[in-house]
């Protein structure tokens, strides 16, 4: 049965992507960030070696991106502001010129086409001098982004809608100190629990920085959460999943949003010496006092798990993966360009949990998306990329953003990973999760049927959809 789905009024439209993946370096001045650095020391691991240098190029075609997010309905946007193009110095210093003219052009033409800017202070591209210091291990770091958050919030909250502290935050501590995707590529958990400490501090500071200007924009964080579902109801599969949960979930989510970290994640790091060793009460106070105002929700695939099988080697790294295995579910939908299961439920069971355990805080999802190789292969005659299939990933996740909604819980909007088709971390283009096509040799920008789509669900604020597809 086909019902026409409608939103809220004034519900968010948009997409998202950050600085480094789109903007590429240009000439305004850029430190160098610690994937310029990553990449000259081991082009190999690049896909098909191809570098952050040139991306979308953004920083010069801005107002014709700026153009298409109007033609493919957005009505909001949320992009990064780069650290390293703020303070070219590596970080600290002197803020640059060049930075504050580009950014306040691109947040005014937005916000001249009705585009309600969502500014990220930081998605991943940690200034290489920094990281030279220790990165997220570091008080002096901590100090040197609330200074440009600070800095931020000066140039630019006159145009800014929505802030946000970090994407992703969970990301670079599993890749830097955990699996071995992240640049400073080390495996010891004990560091990277410092480093995630000091990431949740550095994200308080900000907010207690953000306060003192008074705006009238609120101040949140990204975070990419997947429910965890276990195996089966076996007493040692549902332990396994709870582990599970608190160390990719609950650890950033509780204290960024509750201000208080999981008391049985404590426990258990206390339990295997893997507590950070730098955390003061006027740390914990700063936390406790600092919290998001407003949430967003990254869903691309849920966790599934089961209990160890197998023994584990006490005398090899600690990692999480010494409580649980990853579960394959049989019969599972699959994306297998991207290797992620797809189900589409898990973005409600997610938004329940917000709405139950996490005070129903004003959220959002700011990205989901489907990740597709050789996109060229759907082309058709006049060049468009007729990929019926994003439009209908799009299409099932959106319905159960709907039911929420309906359930009661505080959703504002849908952002789709991504715009254009921008450059991925390690994977450069091998994946396109656009809108809007690029082409590579010439940076022509071809709106996607999932474009036009998208230009009419905005338009109606909502779509038409066979609700037996829901489960």
Same mark, same amino acid.
């Given at each position: 049965?086909?019902? @026409?789905?409608? /939103?809220? =009024?004034?519900?968010?439209?948009?997409?998202?992507?950050?600085?480094?993946?789109?903007?590429?370096?240009?000439?305004?001045?850029?430190? =160098?960030?610690?994937?310029?650095?990553?990449?000259?020391?081991?082009?190999?691991?690049?896909?098909?070696? $191809?570098?952050?240098?040139?991306?979308?190029?953004?920083?010069?075609?801005?107002?014709?991106?700026?153009?298409?997010?109007?033609?493919?309905?957005?009505?909001?946007?949320?992009?990064? $502001?780069?650290?390293?193009?703020?303070?070219?110095?590596?970080?600290?210093? =002197?803020?640059?010129?060049?930075?504050?003219?580009?950014?306040?052009?691109?947040?005014?033409?937005?916000?001249?086409?009705?585009?309600?800017?969502?500014?990220?202070?930081?998605? !991943?591209?940690?200034?290489?001098?920094?990281?030279?210091?220790?990165?997220?291990?570091?008080?002096?770091?901590?100090?040197?982004?609330?200074?440009?958050?600070?800095?931020?919030?000066?140039?630019?909250?006159?145009?800014?809608?929505?802030?946000?502290?970090?994407?992703?935050?969970?990301?670079?501590?599993? *890749?830097?100190? &955990?699996?071995?995707?992240?640049?400073?590529?080390?495996?010891?958990?004990?560091?990277?629990?410092?480093?995630?400490?000091?990431? %949740? &501090?550095?994200?308080?500071?900000?907010?207690?920085?953000?306060?003192?200007?008074?705006?009238?924009?609120?101040?949140?964080? %990204?975070?990419?959460?997947?429910?965890?579902?276990?195996?089966?109801?076996?007493?040692?599969?549902?332990?396994?999943? =709870? $582990?599970?949960?608190?160390?990719?979930?609950?650890?950033?989510?509780?204290?960024?949003?509750?201000?208080? !970290?999981?008391?049985?994640?404590?426990?258990?790091?206390? @339990?295997?010496?893997?507590?950070?060793?730098? !955390?003061?009460?006027?740390?914990?106070?700063?936390?406790?006092?600092?919290?998001?105002?407003?949430?967003?929700?990254?869903?691309?695939?849920?966790?599934?798990?089961?209990?160890?099988?197998?023994?584990?080697?006490?005398?090899?790294? /600690?990692?999480?993966?010494?409580?649980?295995?990853?579960?394959?579910?049989?019969?599972?939908?699959?994306?297998?360009?991207? *290797?992620?299961?797809?189900?589409?439920?898990?973005?409600?069971?997610?938004?329940?949990?917000?709405?139950?355990?996490?005070?129903?805080?004003?959220?959002?999802?700011?990205?989901?998306?489907?990740?597709?190789?050789?996109?060229?292969?759907?082309?058709?005659?006049?060049?468009?990329?007729?990929?019926?299939?994003?439009?209908?990933?799009?299409?099932?996740?959106?319905?159960?953003?709907?039911?929420?909604?309906?359930?009661?819980?505080?959703?504002?909007?849908?952002?789709?990973?991504?715009?254009?088709?921008?450059?991925?971390?390690?994977?450069?283009?091998?994946?396109?999760? #656009?809108?809007?096509? &690029?082409?590579?040799?010439?940076?022509?920008?071809?709106?996607? @049927?999932? #474009?036009? /789509?998208?230009?009419?669900?905005?338009?109606?604020? #909502?779509?038409?959809?066979?609700?037996?597809?829901?489960?």
């Amino acid at each position: 049965m086909d019902k @026409q789905l409608k /939103f809220p =009024e004034n519900f968010w439209w948009g997409s998202a992507w950050s600085a480094e993946q789109a903007e590429g370096r240009g000439t305004t001045g850029k430190a =160098e960030t610690i994937w310029e650095r990553w990449f000259k020391e081991e082009p190999n691991r690049f896909y098909q070696g $191809i570098s952050s240098a040139v991306t979308d190029d953004h920083l010069h075609r801005f107002k014709e991106d700026v153009a298409l997010m109007v033609a493919t309905g957005h009505n909001s946007f949320r992009t990064s $502001i780069s650290w390293a193009r703020m303070f070219p110095d590596g970080g600290t210093g =002197e803020v640059n010129p060049q930075a504050i003219v580009f950014y306040r052009a691109l947040f005014s033409e937005m916000k001249s086409n009705g585009i309600q800017v969502f500014a990220n202070l930081y998605h !991943f591209d940690m200034p290489a001098k920094l990281q030279d210091i220790g990165g997220w291990e570091s008080r002096e770091v901590v100090a040197a982004y609330v200074h440009f958050a600070d800095t931020c919030f000066k140039e630019f909250g006159d145009l800014v809608e929505h802030w946000f502290t970090f994407n992703e935050p969970l990301g670079p501590i599993l *890749g830097g100190y &955990l699996e071995d995707f992240h640049y400073p590529n080390l495996i010891d958990f004990k560091r990277g629990a410092q480093a995630a400490f000091f990431t %949740i &501090l550095a994200h308080a500071k900000a907010i207690e920085a953000f306060k003192r200007h008074q705006l009238s924009s609120k101040i949140g964080v %990204i975070l990419n959460l997947s429910p965890t579902y276990p195996r089966s109801k076996n007493e040692a599969d549902v332990k396994a999943a =709870e $582990i599970a949960d608190l160390f990719y979930t609950r650890s950033f989510l509780d204290p960024m949003v509750k201000g208080v !970290f999981p008391s049985k994640l404590v426990q258990l790091l206390e @339990q295997y010496d893997q507590m950070p060793l730098d !955390f003061q009460p006027a740390d914990l106070d700063c936390i406790k006092n600092n919290v998001a105002q407003i949430l967003g929700l990254n869903y691309y695939e849920p966790r599934r798990v089961k209990a160890r099988l197998t023994a584990i080697n006490e005398a090899g790294p /600690f990692l999480p993966d010494w409580f649980f295995e990853h579960h394959i579910m049989p019969g599972r939908r699959m994306n297998e360009y991207r *290797g992620w299961e797809i189900y589409p439920k898990g973005i409600l069971d997610l938004c329940l949990d917000i709405k139950n355990n996490y005070g129903n805080i004003e959220a959002f999802i700011s990205e989901n998306g489907m990740g597709v190789a050789d996109e060229e292969r759907f082309m058709n005659q006049v060049g468009q990329i007729e990929d019926t299939y994003r439009i209908d990933y799009i299409k099932d996740h959106l319905a159960y953003v709907w039911r929420a909604i309906e359930a009661g819980c505080n959703l504002k909007g849908y952002h789709l990973w991504t715009f254009i088709d921008c450059w991925s971390w390690i994977n450069a283009y091998k994946n396109r999760y #656009g809108l809007v096509s &690029l082409d590579l040799t010439t940076q022509k920008r071809t709106i996607k @049927q999932s #474009g036009i /789509f998208y230009k009419k669900m905005s338009a109606a604020n #909502g779509f038409e959809y066979n609700m037996e597809n829901l489960n």
